[in-house]
């Protein structure tokens, strides 16, 4: 049995570890382990809703702000407060500012790099750059003479940093493709991307107070007031980050799958979906009817089957086994009386092997993200969703409606595109919203509690997928809080009735040429943009062979 060991794979976030058995250049068996215990719902054990709802934030510093808001949502709940009009466009726009910088930061800055080789780029001719470029419809914002220099530059001083230690040498040298020009073009739009998802980071700590660990909103509203100078920097940010969006993202992707189709015939996963939607409505209030609420979001709530068929949630059906995560017990709770009670014995995948728990919906493995969002309101009829979506459909040779096209890992990077710039056109629309309300005389943004004991449920989204708080308070103390980010659910272990996990699914199928670089794993990863830092064990059963290797991000081995 022959065992590959990476440690860490860079570009994401946290804890994470992927072991995979490859047999005849597949991955015949994958297991998932999370390397890191967080039990933050220990943390805020008798704590108020309103000291939640900051102190919750600290479990992520790329998507604080939603579990601020599925944190304010569930106190919201408890509380009895529905509250005002310019509270939701707020809480939209300061959510909306981290989804686009986490989505940007996540295509260009992390998964790019799976693609895209920017020391190819210097075999590229700059005329045929611009030739490439018209030919596609990709972007030109940047002078790519001047780029060019720069990497020239770069890769004289022999200090690679950022562009290091990654796999371009992968597969004898044919994992990447080789299209310098492409290169050149995408490269460029590496290095805005660094500038535009510190732009929309910039809107979430104008609404925020700061970023990460926004401090304004709270179950009750929000604490940020608008003023006049703030609603116009705040269009003007909003404005370039749409801009530079709506001619960059999804015409990269388009590129990336001529270059790579490959890449778009492996990768599905568990094929079943969830999610809880996100960016409240504007038929705003909807009252005490949870689902009404849910279904009107701007990406609205569904659980889908195999066959994309759609049911609203039902928060009884959400269960957490632990019989293989290093937890007490082999029991499985139901929503929400789950527990948060550690035990690590050893890491054993016949056994106990993460400390990730095992969600499940009616018992089934459900992918959390960005796709789940799409697909759930393409179904729910989301005009500009289906329009697009069915655009790119027919750009990818497939027939409008045919959702299945986009499962596999490419299908999964590319359909986010959507998303993003759907957001970021929302965000302008946003602002002109809250103007032209606080011009009609609308000035409120915090309603107090209506009473101090109650139980609440935040169904929201974070840029990852379906993000689940539950907190029950007594006397304006908490006595029992959960959590189910999304990644719980992707990066879940095998469940009770030996189903693998979503992460796990999507991995097993998935080409391995190279045992001591998988590129197409790592791709696969990558794909659901997990919130964890990862390590990859590969083994194949018929060469006996060991390999293992620690890198940094500065290439240091």
């Known amino acids: 049995m022959t065992r590959s060991v990476i440690d860490p794979i860079t570009r994401i976030e946290g804890h994470l570890r992927v072991e995979m058995e490859v047999e005849n250049g597949v991955v015949a068996d994958a297991w998932v382990s999370g390397g890191c215990f967080r039990g933050m719902e220990l943390v805020v054990q008798n704590r108020t809703p309103e000291d939640a709802a900051q102190i919750v934030e600290r479990i992520c510093g790329v998507c604080p702000v939603s579990h601020a808001h599925a944190s304010s949502i569930a106190g919201d709940k408890a509380y009895g407060i529905t509250i005002s009009n310019n509270a939701r466009i707020v809480r939209n726009l300061l959510e909306g500012a ?200 701007y990406l609205p709530m569904a659980v889908l089957d195999e066959q994309f068929q759609a049911s609203d949630v039902q928060e009884n059906l959400i269960t957490e086994y632990m019989g293989r995560s290093w937890y007490k017990g082999s029991e499985t709770y139901t929503s929400p009386y789950f527990t948060t009670d550690p035990d690590y014995t050893d890491y054993n995948v016949d056994d106990r092997y ?81 103007a032209e309300a606080i011009k009609g005389g609308d000035s409120e943004y915090f309603r107090e509690p209506a009473r101090l004991t109650g139980e609440g449920t935040g169904f929201w989204e974070a840029p990852r997928g379906a993000l689940y708080h539950s907190e029950k308070v007594v006397d304006g103390k908490i006595e029992g809080y959960q959590i189910i980010i999304p990644s719980t659910w992707n990066l879940a272990p095998i469940n009770g009735d030996g189903e693998h996990g979503p992460l796990e699914q999507a991995l097993i199928g998935v080409p391995v040429a190279d045992i001591e670089k998988p590129i197409n794993a790592l791709r696969t990863v990558h794909s659901f943009d997990p919130c964890t830092a990862c390590a990859v064990h590969v083994t194949e059963r018929g060469t006996g062979k060991h390999f293992e290797t620690v890198t940094s991000p500065w290439g240091v081995k």
């Open 354 to 434: 993460t400390w990730v728990k095992c969600p499940t919906y009616d018992g089934k493995p459900m992918e959390a993200g960005s796709m789940s969002r799409i697909f759930a309101a393409y179904v729910r009829g989301v005009p500009f969703i289906k329009e697009q979506v069915d655009a790119v459909l027919g750009i990818l040779g497939a027939k409008p409606g045919d959702l299945a096209a986009f499962q596999s890992t490419l299908g999964r990077t590319a359909i986010r595109q959507i998303e993003t710039i759907y957001i970021a056109n929302l965000m302008v629309e946003w602002v002109n919203e809250l």
């Open 98 to 297: 981290q989804f686009l910088h986490s989505h940007i930061l996540w295509l260009y800055n992390l998964a790019a790099l799976d693609y895209v080789n920017p020391l190819n780029a210097l075999q590229a001719n700059v005329d045929d750059a611009y030739a490439v470029a018209l030919e596609n419809g990709l972007a030109l914002h940047s002078d790519l003479n001047q780029l060019y220099e720069k990497l020239a530059a770069f890769a004289d001083n022999g200090q690679l940093s950022i562009f290091s230690g990654n796999w371009f040498d992968a597969d004898g040298g044919e994992a990447y493709v080789d299209n310098p020009e492409a290169n050149l073009i995408l490269t460029s739009h590496y290095l805005e991307a660094l500038k535009m998802q510190a732009r929309s980071s910039e809107m979430a700590a104008l609404l925020g107070g700061k970023m990460p660990h926004v401090m304004t909103s709270i179950p009750g509203g929000n604490m940020w007031v608008p003023t006049e100078s703030k609603l116009d920097d705040l269009l003007a940010m909003a404005t370039e980050v749409r801009d530079w969006v709506n001619d960059t993202v999804l015409a990269d992707t388009v590129m990336l799958a001529k270059l790579y189709p490959e890449v778009l015939t492996f990768g599905k996963g568990c094929g079943r979906y969830i999610a809880w939607g996100v960016f409240e409505g504007p038929d705003w209030p909807y009252g005490d009817n949870y689902t009404e609420q849910m279904l009107n979001r």
